[in-house]
């Protein structure tokens, strides 16, 4: 079955890049059935969906954060990425990679462990 | 944007008692609805999309219903188990967006 997972720095400086990869198992991120999804979840908040990825580079972002957000996907290590640039406090969050449901139903399953960063 | 609001906010149930969750969307979102589960320091577990089919492996003391604006979760005889948190999530329009959640104690 498939498995996400997270990587990426923990701590993120005012002002710079927050950087963060999801690496797929037990799948193939080019099946053609499902986009790449990056949600996150502040402290007591609620989820925030970020952006979508297609094995092609094909992209959707949330418009409240399309100004400083990338998603990117690399087949050939079967994993894709996220790029937040100038991070705030309020960029601070648990972040999820996720798969999306399939090409026409945006729902998610399943989900990466999450990664928390902090800015400060 | 479609605003999700979920109620109530919190919600104890003794076991076997049901368990009714609702969400409310600010315009349609036709059948394009999902529910999570999510346990602390965990990530959300898909429960239910389509507003109504149970995602794979989901017990069938989970079940979900309507369409337009009015959803409802149910969880018929609850479990300590399921005490959790319980997120909704539609996906009818951009952008994709979630309730605030509702938590569950079961006690």
């Known amino acids: 079955q498939v498995q996400l997972q997270e990587s990426g720095p923990g701590l993120v400086k005012p002002s710079q890049t927050l950087s963060l990869t999801c690496t797929v198992s037990g799948g193939s991120i080019t099946n053609g059935s499902y986009f790449w999804g990056w949600i996150r979840q502040p402290a007591g908040k609620r989820l925030q969906w970020i952006g979508r990825v297609y094995s092609n580079g094909n992209t959707k972002y949330n418009p409240s954060l399309k100004s400083r957000v990338t998603i990117s996907v690399d087949t050939s290590k079967n994993q894709f990425s996220l790029k937040l640039s100038s991070v705030t406090a309020t960029d601070t969050a648990v972040y999820y990679c996720a798969r999306v449901g399939d090409i026409f139903h945006n729902w998610f399953d399943p989900w990466g462990q999450g990664s928390l960063v902090t800015v400060s | 944007e479609i605003v999700m609001t979920q109620s109530p906010a919190s919600l104890s149930v003794s076991p076997g008692e049901r368990a009714t969750l609702s969400c409310r969307a600010s315009q349609s979102v036709s059948s394009n609805l999902a529910w999570y589960q999510q346990k602390p320091g965990q990530a959300p577990r898909l429960l239910i999309y389509?507003?109504?089919t149970r995602a794979t492996g989901i017990s069938d003391r989970f079940s979900g219903s309507g369409s337009g604006t009015n959803f409802t979760l149910t969880i018929s005889s609850p479990q300590s188990e399921d005490s959790s948190l319980y997120y909704c999530q539609q996906y009818n329009s951009w952008p994709l967006t979630f309730g605030g959640g509702t938590k569950v104690e079961i006690k």
């Open positions: 389509g507003a109504s």
